[in-house]
């Protein structure tokens, strides 16, 4: 299908910057300027997404900042997210505060600051860690998210209660969570036929909690290595693949990976969100800044040329959380607290 598309389906678009944090080489460096080199990339990569029309950035638990400063560092995507409020204006922040190193409280809190800071556009990325999620601890986030909270100097509700919940799913919990509560759910597959299995399971439970399956979006997580043309980005592949093994990054098998020029990955994502396995996807870029450029300045103009984005399809707000508590999660699955 093309731009005769009958009518037009905006899909979401997120894009995961993770990597454009702090190697682990550098931990403990303690070195500012290192800090400094890496928020202004993420800044200038977070402003060029945002005017290019990306719906979400994300920020996950291994994001540093590379000061090394802190014992808390774990906190880095946050105050990176914090930060990226004055880079920004419109696409939505997401970072990963984990569950098991800190209480909820203090969960809430980080993700409230990045609400603040990014005047209402924040979202907090659930992540399973080395210990299992607890369904009871995620849902005291949300909740403490949703309470009423006063500015003392203005008078106003600065409660998060509109702050975005992205889960990750990676187990039957994860599944349950992103079904009760998400506004977007990251799933992990290498197939067409595993997406749509996975997504159409997803709906179904968020159904059985009550909601609209439309509530939640189900996105699939796509590393990219995009080129002018096909032997261009494997050459680029093969290179990036190289300089990988003399590092420590691992390779992971359950993640989808794209290479490819924009116009072949503009039809992929074309045939999957036909095929109802996708509402979007969320970009891993293989490198930075080639990759995210690509996607910003070819990727969007192919998908809105095929009525899978139009410039004026994102999203509100996500509505205030229910207050009700996440009993499915734990009744159907066993977890630890």
Known sequence: MTSASASIRPTF????????????????SGDSESEAFIMGRLSGLAALADKGG?????????????????????????????????????LTVAASVPLGVTDPAHVASAV?????????????????????????????????????RV??????????????????????????????????ARIRVTSLAEAVTARAA??????????????????????????????????RADLLTALESETESETDSSLLRFVGTSAAFAELWQEWVDAGAADGFTVIPASVPTDVLAVVTEVVDELTARGLRSRSSRPEQAPARRSAPVRAARRRVAVSV
């Open 13 to 28: 678009l997120a894009l995961d910057l993770s990597g454009t944090g702090a190697p682990r080489s550098w931990a403990g």
């Open 54 to 90: 990306v719906d979400l950035i994300t920020l996950d638990s291994t994001f540093r900042l590379g000061s090394g400063r802190r014992r808390d560092d774990w906190l880095d995507g946050a105050l990176a997210a914090s930060r990226l409020g004055r880079h920004t204006s419109n």
């Open 112 to 148: 409230s600051s990045v609400h603040k800071a990014t005047e209402g556009r924040a979202a907090w990325q659930v992540e399973r860690g080395a210990r299992p999620l607890s369904a009871r601890s995620v849902d005291a986030v949300i909740s403490a998210l949703a309470a009423p």
């Open 151 to 184: 500015s003392r100097r203005t008078g106003r509700d600065v409660s998060a209660r509109s702050a975005q919940v992205v889960v990750t799913v990676r187990e039957p919990l994860d599944l349950e969570l992103a079904a009760a509560r998400a506004d977007v």
């Open 202 to 235: 997803i709906r179904q439970a968020a159904a059985d909690w009550g909601r609209d399956a439309d509530e939640v979006r189900v996105l699939v997580d796509v590393h990219t290595v995009l080129g002018a043309d096909d032997d261009g980005a494997r050459a």
